[in-house]
């Protein structure tokens, strides 16, 4: 304080004018950030937070990028975004980790906020991109009740924008509203979907199941790649009912249910459509490699020993194949699926007709 009193008049306006400059400053960067964390906060879906994250914190703040790793052992959040857009296909910012330790190796095994310079060696798997202008990045874990969830990284072309000693309490505010906002989108999601669930075999039901039928079309038609749909009921199901009563058949169902899971991709849609029927769209697969995995199906529900405290039983499956092609002429999106689904459903009948425990393919041609 004496050394800034001795300072002669035209030094001290300086020095206060340089305290007031950056006190705007800062109020300008809190008003920034207030703004940018009502539109955190105000976002609904996972398809609206992440773009939000990775784009106008970036333009606000000035920063060259700004990455988002998540953590999604499931494919849960990576499933709901491909539901909702093409963000996965188009966002290289964007960037999911199946294990925690790929998450510990940057951030440590008890995570803690780094600030410093960008060493490409250890940061590179963080960006998107070959970021040979980074020159300082800041990786905020993102944290919640049960773990780690991921982390915010942000990059910039100055040396000194993050610094080891420079202060984090902004930055760790800032990961943590990301952090909330995240798990809010995530589990407004997840009730979204409890009216979209069968609640006996876990898989998707019948509605939902047709309003992704649509989607999957219209997908598939802009991208121009073949699509093709699998109709699936059990044989004899009336009989295991009968034989075993309903708890054994509800079982039976759940098991089949996780059997064709097991054997689909997580790109794929599966649901129950009624009684024990199943389908699954299997967007970007052609009618032989969805032969194929049909197959696989069959296989493993007739290999399946279906076991009870007091019974064992087997069962076998059919199942009817349809294609959508690649060359499909665009026609009204809603014919296209019914007609899919139709095609199915009628080649399923053929292997039904034929002996059941069998695929069989549409052979007739888009109406």
Do not use: W
């Amino acid at each position: 304080m004496e050394s800034i009193l001795s300072q002669d008049p035209q030094q001290l306006r300086g020095h206060l004018q340089s305290i007031l400059e950056q006190a705007r400053e800062n109020e300008q960067k809190l008003q920034r950030f207030q703004e940018q964390e009502m539109r955190l906060i105000s976002a609904r879906t996972l398809s609206e937070l992440i773009p939000s994250i990775l784009d106008q914190y970036r333009r606000a703040f000035g920063l060259q990028t700004v990455s988002l790793v998540l953590y999604d052992p499931d494919y849960e959040i990576r499933r709901i975004l491909r539901e909702q857009t093409n963000l996965l296909e188009k966002e290289r910012r964007l960037i999911f980790v199946n294990d925690q330790l790929d998450l510990h190796t940057y951030l440590g095994e008890t995570p803690q906020p780094y600030l410093g310079a960008m060493l490409p060696e250890r940061h590179q798997g963080l960006f998107y991109a070959s970021n040979e202008s980074l020159r300082s990045i800041a990786i905020l874990p993102l944290m919640r009740q049960n773990g780690l969830i991921g982390s915010l990284n942000l990059g910039s072309h100055t040396a000194e924008r993050f610094q080891e000693d420079s202060a984090s309490d902004f930055l760790q505010r800032l990961a943590n509203i990301v952090a909330i906002c995240l798990e809010n989108a995530t589990n407004h999601e997840r009730l979204k979907r409890v009216g979209l669930t069968d609640a006996l075999t876990g898989v998707n039901n019948r509605r939902f199941f047709d309003q992704r039928l649509g989607e999957e079309v219209a997908r598939s038609l802009r991208a121009q790649e073949p699509m093709s749909c699998l109709f699936m009921d059990l044989d004899h199901f009336k009989h295991i009912n009968d034989q075993y009563g309903h708890q054994i058949g509800d079982q039976v169902l759940r098991e089949t249910a996780s059997l064709i899971r097991d054997e689909l991709r997580n790109s794929d849609v599966l649901g129950r459509y009624g009684g024990e029927e199943f389908a699954a769209l299997l967007p970007n697969t052609s009618l032989a490699s969805a032969m194929e995995i049909a197959e696989r199906i069959r296989q493993r529900i007739a290999s399946h020993t279906f076991y009870n405290n007091e019974h064992t039983l087997t069962a076998s499956i059919s199942i009817g194949i349809a294609e959508m092609a690649a060359n499909t002429v665009p026609i009204e999106i809603a014919t296209l699926a019914n007609d899919l689904l139709e095609r199915a459903d009628f080649a399923l009948y053929e292997a039904k007709k034929n002996g059941r425990n069998r695929v069989a393919q549409s052979v007739l041609p888009l109406a």
